[in-house]
């Protein structure tokens, strides 16, 4: 790459990052537990140039209906901003992770 594509892709990737991290911390949790980036909700968060999102994310009350439909709908949020082309989120720390993560993810 030039030095002028390794800026232009800097820039991008800078901007997609932003997207993502005020979109977290403005993200309210459900149950009044306060903005899931400060709650302690949310833990890895990887972005790359290409707009692909994933993070992993532990809701505060397993199996709760709300939580699930509220993490689905910040998935759809962040695949509505410009630049990210996916989102992933991974659901850890409660029973059947594996369960929610595929649910959201094809919400």
């Known amino acids: 790459m030039n030095p002028v594509s390794d800026y232009l892709s800097n820039r991008k990737l800078a901007k997609i990052q932003r997207q993502v991290a005020n979109t977290l911390s403005g993200w ?3 149950h009044g537990h306060g903005k899931m980036a400060d709650n302690g909700s949310v833990g ?9 999102v994933k993070i992993a994310i532990t809701p505060k009350r397993a ?10 709908n910040l998935r759809l949020a962040l695949l ?3 630049g990210i082309t996916s989102v992933h989120i ?6 059947a992770a594996e369960r929610w993560t595929r649910t959201i993810n094809n919400a």
Request: hydrophobic share 40%; with cysteine; proline share 10%.
């Open 28 to 30: 309210a949790e459900p």
């Open 44 to 52: 890895n968060v990887d972005v790359d140039i290409d707009g692909l």
């Open 63 to 72: 199996h709760c209906p709300c939580c699930l439909i509220n993490v689905a």
């Open 80 to 82: 509505e901003k410009k």
């Open 90 to 95: 991974e659901v850890v720390g409660v029973p």
